[in-house]
Antibody
Framework: QVQLQEAGPGLVKPSQTLSLTCTVSGGSISSGSFCWSWIRQPAGKGLEWIGRFYTSGNTTYNPSLKSRVTISVDTSKNQFSLKLSSVTAADTAVYYC?????????????WGQGTLVTVSS | QAVVTQEPSFSVSPGGTVTLTCGLS?????????PSWYRQIPGQAPRTLIYSTNTRSSGVPDRFSGSILGNKAALTITGAQADDESDYYC??????????FGGGTKLTVL
């Protein structure tokens, strides 16, 4: 059973960089069949896909966030990370990590429990 | 960027059948978008219900089914139960490694 767990600061100041990690257990992050994504959800609102990482350092980002997002991986720790720069109050949300299918049928099968990040001074 | 549309809210009577839809503001949803559906109880993480239009995720009862209806993807729940009350999100694969979620439908069972 694959499990994902998000971790990181719950409070970030405006204009700073939000940094989160997702630790994967029960499966290897190096598997070539999967990608690893971040999704967020502001309070009372819907889900927003942020981006994904897959083998050999490849990434794909939501065009609306692309200029501020970096997703990277640490295979030695079986972790992947999210960095979101120049944050504002609009970036306050629950952030989820999830495993995605790199090939069809292109969906998310395992999700983390989510972590709340608040942007405030 | 494409906008994925869902009904903001829907209600169904216990035992009844409800169909939630997932459309594209700019066109038609097809199987090539590999529609998937996720259920989220407030305060919890989403759980996968349906992927690739109509394939149920492991452990999902057959009361839940997916399809393409006209130009939209659809999630049908038959024999609705009280604990089906939840938020339901569809997601479409837009190609080139990009996904877009719909705004979600809040389903009430009463």
């Amino acid at each position: 059973q694959v499990q994902l767990q998000e971790a990181g600061p719950g409070l970030v100041k405006p204009s700073q960089t939000l940094s989160l990690t997702c630790t994967v257990s029960g499966g290897s992050i190096s598997s070539g069949s999967f990608c690893w994504s971040w999704i967020r959800q502001p309070a009372g609102k819907g889900l927003e896909w942020i981006g994904r990482f897959y083998t050999s350092g490849n990434t794909t980002y939501n065009p609306s966030l692309k200029s501020r997002v970096t997703i990277s991986v640490d295979t030695s720790k079986n972790q992947f990370s999210l960095k979101l720069s120049s944050v504002t109050a609009a970036d306050t949300a629950v952030y989820y990590c999830a495993r995605c299918m790199l090939y069809r049928p292109y969906y998310f099968d395992y999700w983390g429990q989510g972590t709340l990040v608040t942007v405030s001074s | 960027q494409a906008v994925v549309t869902q009904e903001p809210s829907f209600s169904v009577s216990p035992g009844g059948t409800v169909t939630l839809t997932c459309g594209l503001s700019s066109g038609t949803v097809s199987t090539r978008h590999y529609p998937s559906w996720y259920r989220q109880i407030p305060g919890q993480a989403p759980r996968t219900l349906i992927y690739s239009t109509n394939t149920r995720s492991s452990g999902v009862p057959d009361r839940f089914s997916g399809s393409i209806l006209g130009n939209k993807a659809a999630l049908t729940i038959t024999g609705a139960q009280a604990d089906d009350e939840s938020d339901y999100y569809c997601m479409l694969y837009m190609g080139s490694g990009l996904w877009v979620f719909g705004g979600g439908t809040k389903l009430t069972v009463l």
